[in-house]
Structure formats: C-alpha cells, structure tokens
C-alpha cells in the first residue's frame, strides 16, 4: 500500500503544479491508500467512497451490497465510508467474491462481456438481496457493464459515474 500511496502523492503534486483544485481517483480499489495520502497531499481528494455512501444514504437505503474486485471486497473503504452514514455494507461469499473478481480481471478489464457473467453477477446479487440488501454498489469501472437498476434486481450506485458526477459539480463550484 505504500507503493500505491506515494505513486498518488507524486499525481497529486504534479496536479497541483498544473493548476488542479482538487483531486479524484476513478478506481475504487486504490482508495485502500488514501488514509495514507490525504493528509500529506497538496490538494484535497475527492473520495469515490464518499460520494457513493452520501448517494446510498440520500436514498435511504440501510444495508448495502457491496461488489467490485476482491481487493476492494475485501477491503474495508466501503465498509467504513457507509457504517460513518449508519449503512450497512454487505460482501458477497467468498466464492462470489473470487468469481466476481475473475470476470472483471480475466474478462471485463479485456472488453469480454457473456452471458454467463452477467447471470453470475446477477445470481449474486439476488443472494445479497434475499440477505436483505436493498441496493447494490457497483464498486468497479466494468460492472455496469454487466448490470444495471434493470437487471439487478434493485437499485444500483455506478460508483464511477456518481464520481464523476461529484467533481463535476464540484469544478463547477456546486458543491
């Protein structure tokens, strides 16, 4: 993680002789490091975990799935972003987390989108919800890919759209 962190602070200081105002990652799984960088980086970050657990907690929602790669699953930069709203983030099994990392890094990341993984995420998803999950985070660029409000069976946050929705409203000076 250290590695991953001084890699985002050298990005942050060039940005900030560019100009920059703030700063956003688009990839979930980095913000495991961004404890690590925040409070030595020249600029601000705009946390991707952040904007979805505000979004998921505008909408009401209690208790969350929460699906990316393995390494975010895992990881606890949901987990704490939506417990500090009173949310409740829930993984996926083990097995589903291994699968659900498997079509994003040998597939999804390769322009491969089957059949069969989106039934995959779907069937996931399906657990999660008969779990009592009543949304779902799409913590990964690929996953809409895959799935959407439509097809999961609930509601979903595409955490890179909802992202990018953020710093535009913040480049814009509203918010």
Same mark, same amino acid.
């Given at each position: 993680? @250290? $590695? *991953?962190?001084?890699?985002?602070? +050298?990005?942050?200081? *060039?940005? /900030? ?5 703030? #700063? ?28 979805? /657990?505000?979004? !998921? ?7 969350? /799935? ?12 949901? !987990? ?8 409740? /983030?829930? +993984? ?8 659900? @990392? ?6 999804? =990341?390769?322009? =491969?989108?089957?059949?069969?993984? +989106? ?25 809409? #890919?895959?799935? @959407?409000?439509?097809?999961? $069976? ?19 000076? +509203?918010?």
């Amino acid at each position: 993680m @250290d $590695g *991953v962190a001084a890699l985002m602070l +050298r990005s942050a200081e *060039v940005l /900030a002789g560019a100009g920059a105002d703030f #700063l956003i990652a688009p990839d979930n799984t980095i913000h495991q490091a961004l404890p690590l960088v925040s409070p030595r980086s020249p600029l601000p970050w705009l946390s991707i975990a952040d904007v979805v /657990a505000d979004a !998921v907690a505008a909408a009401g929602h209690r208790q969350v /799935a929460v699906t990316g790669t393995r390494w975010l699953v895992e990881s606890d930069v949901y !987990v704490d972003a939506l417990a500090a709203r009173g949310i409740r /983030a829930m +993984r996926p099994s083990g097995g589903a987390i291994r699968e659900i @990392d498997r079509i994003i890094m040998e597939e999804l =990341v390769r322009g =491969v989108v089957t059949p069969s993984a +989106r039934a995959t995420v779907q069937y996931v998803l399906g657990e999660m919800a008969a779990a009592g999950a009543t949304a779902a985070i799409l913590g990964c660029t690929e996953l809409p #890919l895959l799935v @959407d409000e439509g097809s999961a $069976g609930m509601p979903t946050f595409d955490s890179t759209r909802l992202l990018a929705r953020a710093a535009l409203r913040r480049a814009l000076g +509203r918010s």
